[in-house]
């Protein structure tokens, strides 16, 4: 990263300088300017530094999607602090763990469960008596720290490569153009928002935070603010289309220049669905992991002649390796492993955990293939594919296929015991008006006959967050236990 990139902190305070009364982060509509922004978080920054935060502490950010979550953050790296933002929504135990594996100076929105952090209240306020004058400049050594259950639950940390001097560059490749006006509709404690949100910063978006994904009001907002980038989730984009088809007249997309989807597998009929509306120069794919070893793109034109492909390697290298660790030709599946370009710096550093490695290249746990062409399709990832009689069942390819039903809105599919063939797929469906036979039959036409669940469960909650991520081990072992109790 060069040396004359300036800090995010710094980055701030000369675009206020530049054009302070340009908006710069609304939320539940309240908008803050650039100078209003820029000082709040001068003047919370030596609220942070009163109570002991200094260059390299941990911040741990508890707080959901508001112009207060901002404040903090860049509050943070304007002390050289990192910002670890964390989901509100955490029950006690599992931020315990995490606040476990790596010491912090502050907590915000949250007292500490341990009683050993200090902490600032959620609704805190900025005391005008406090100066917002322009701190000293300060560079984070680690410019954030994002956590992870993964699939396992079992929780690290993963802290990025850099410092703070984030370029405003990094958001070109994205089609991110300075004075965007950026939708933020995914948590801001996952990397996908925490990211989207930096990218946003140093270029000078306008940020317009959901506290909460609801899809109304994310049209609405798209309409209103003329939304013209965002980043989101296949989850979101799966329950946004039958709100927008229900009322098309009533919200305006066109606005929208570039739209990015990442974070989990997109259901081929909901990819194509968004192609069909905004067109397929504005919908973009990304892969790749929080540890950022490696990435793949695809354009909305690319996907419709390579359909269900997460793209080509556009940064760092990978591969696909078999069981024995011999690299897999084109369309034969295997693991997916990563890796910087040679002479890169380290993209990452786990706290809590280590990668899984062969000879320098890291895998996530995926599990695809390339085609002739170089383009990466998915499976699933390997903790969560199981076998029915012998055969390898990928819940994903199931999930993908009963999301094309115009009445499911979301959809989660697991491995469960069976004495016969070992497992089989039971499926948790939320759907509009339909039965366990009807989800069987729309399967049975589209998948093999033993990837059909034998079971399908209803449930009126979404089964997935608003980042697309779902506990499906958790999920498991709730299915399981249902079931002992029905037989006992």
């Known amino acids: 990263m ?3 990139t300036p800090p995010i902190g710094t980055q701030v305070s000369r675009l206020a300088a530049e054009d302070p009364d340009a908006p710069a982060v609304t ?11 820029d000082a709040s978080t001068n003047r919370l920054a030596r609220v942070f530094a009163e109570r002991g935060v200094g260059v390299g502490d ?13 404040q903090a953050v860049v509050a943070a790296w304007k002390l050289g602090a990192t910002p670890q933002p964390l989901s509100a929504r955490l029950p006690d135990a599992e931020l315990e763990a995490l606040l476990n594996l790596h010491p912090q ?19 805190f306020t900025l005391d005008p008596a406090v100066s917002d004058a322009p701190l000293p400049e300060a560079v984070s ?52 928002g925490f990211t989207t949100f930096a990218i946003g910063l140093v270029q000078g978006h306008h940020l317009v935070l959901m506290p909460r994904f609801e899809p109304h009001d994310f049209l609405s907002l798209v309409t209103q603010h003329r939304v013209t980038f965002l980043a989101t989730v296949p989850t979101i984009m799966q ?14 997309l066109s606005s929208i220049r570039r739209f990015w989807h990442l974070a989990a597998p997109c259901p081929p009929a909901i990819k194509r669905a968004w192609i069909d509306l905004l067109g397929p120069e504005v919908v973009w794919e990304l892969y790749g992991g929080t540890e950022l070893q490696a990435l793949t793109f695809i354009s909305g034109e690319q996907w419709l002649t390579h359909p269900g492909s997460v793209g080509v390697v556009v940064a760092g290298e990978m591969k696909v390796l078999d069981d ?16 910087p370009s040679p002479g890169s710096a380290p993209t990452y550093r786990y706290v809590g955990s280590t990668a899984k490695s062969r000879d320098g290249w890291d895998s996530l746990g995926d599990l695809g293939y390339f085609d002739k062409d170089g383009f990466l399709y998915l499976n699933d990832r390997r903790v969560d594919m199981f076998t029915v009689g012998g055969r390898n069942v990928y819940p994903a390819e199931i999930e993908s296929a009963l999301s094309a039903h115009p009445n499911v809105l979301s959809c989660l599919v697991v491995g469960v015991p069976d004495d016969d063939l070992g497992q089989v797929p039971y499926a948790i469906v939320q759907a509009d008006g339909l039965d366990a036979a009807a989800v069987k039959d729309f399967l049975a036409e589209r998948i093999a006959g033993y990837k059909v669940p034998r079971a399908v469960e209803f449930t009126d909650t979404p089964l997935r967050d608003d980042a697309g991520k779902a506990r499906r081990s958790a999920v498991r072992e709730q299915v399981i236990a249902r079931l002992a109790r029905v037989r006992s």
Request: net charge neutral.
């Open 324 to 339: 024995d660790g011999n690299e897999c030709p084109p369309g034969v599946s295997g693991e997916i492993y990563m890796r």
């Open 141 to 192: 050594p680690v410019w954030k720290v994002m956590a992870s259950g993964g699939s396992t639950g079992r929780p690290k940390l993963i802290e990025a490569g850099g410092d703070s001097r984030f370029p405003a560059r990094a958001g070109y490749p994205l089609g991110a153009q300075p004075g965007d006006v950026n939708l933020m509709s995914v948590p801001l404690s996952h990397n996908t």
């Open 239 to 252: 329950r946004l289309l039958p709100v927008y088809r229900a009322n098309p007249d009533a919200y305006d």
């Open 105 to 123: 100076a502050l907590i915000v929105g949250r007292d500490d469960p341990r009683g050993q952090t200090p902490s600032l209240p959620s609704d």
């Open 27 to 37: 939320c539940n509509g309240r908008t803050l300017t650039r100078r209003e922004f």
């Open 58 to 70: 941990y911040v741990t950010i508890v707080l959901p999607n508001s112009v207060e979550w901002a």
């Open 2 to 4: 060069s040396e004359a």
